[in-house]
């Protein structure tokens, strides 16, 4: 699977792009057991954000996709999450606002996406939303 996060605030565009392969070994239980694909997402998603919020930079980076991180070398995507994080600063709330599946996303190539959107609130930014889309 893989994860794009982007967090944006108002009059902000997107801050990060991360990707996420099929499961941290946390969410690779429940991600199996559930019922769907969206269901299923949103485990990975749980499982792997926590990863982000505590600043496990490398350890985000080994759970991710093999297709962004073709096109997103790990240096730089570690320098990119520190440097989000730093503006946002520490996650206060996070709360599931949609997940969905599609085919189609702009410059990705066609497949079998599942995006999960999130409304969150950081230490720097008290509005914030944060999407992953897993494939």
Same mark, same amino acid.
């Given at each position: 699977?893989?994860?794009?996060?982007?967090?944006?605030? &108002?009059? $902000?565009?997107?801050?990060?792009? +991360? &990707?996420?392969?099929?499961?941290?070994?946390?969410?690779? &239980? %429940?991600?199996?057991?559930? /019922? *769907?694909?969206?269901? %299923? %997402?949103? +485990? =990975?998603?749980? %499982?792997?954000? &926590? #990863?982000?919020?505590?600043?496990?930079?490398? !350890? +985000?980076?080994?759970?991710?996709?093999?297709?962004?991180?073709?096109?997103?070398?790990?240096?730089?995507?570690?320098?990119?999450? /520190?440097?989000?994080?730093?503006?946002?600063?520490?996650? =206060? $709330?996070?709360?599931?606002? $949609?997940?969905?599946?599609?085919?189609? #996303? !702009?410059?990705?190539?066609?497949?079998?996406?599942?995006? =999960?959107?999130?409304? $969150?609130?950081?230490?720097?930014?008290? #509005?914030?939303?944060? *999407?992953?889309? #897993?494939?």
């Amino acid at each position: 699977m893989i994860a794009l996060l982007a967090l944006a605030s &108002p009059g $902000s565009v997107a801050l990060a792009a +991360a &990707p996420v392969k099929a499961a941290t070994k946390a969410a690779a &239980p %429940a991600a199996t057991k559930a /019922a *769907t694909p969206v269901k %299923a %997402a949103e +485990a =990975v998603a749980s %499982a792997w954000l &926590p #990863l982000i919020d505590t600043a496990q930079w490398v !350890p +985000a980076w080994n759970a991710t996709g093999s297709y962004l991180r073709a096109t997103v070398g790990e240096a730089k995507w570690l320098t990119s999450i /520190a440097q989000v994080r730093a503006i946002t600063g520490a996650l =206060v $709330s996070r709360r599931l606002k $949609s997940a969905y599946e599609t085919t189609y #996303l !702009p410059g990705a190539p066609y497949g079998h996406y599942v995006v =999960v959107y999130y409304a $969150s609130r950081f230490a720097h930014r008290s #509005l914030a939303s944060e *999407t992953l889309t #897993l494939m």
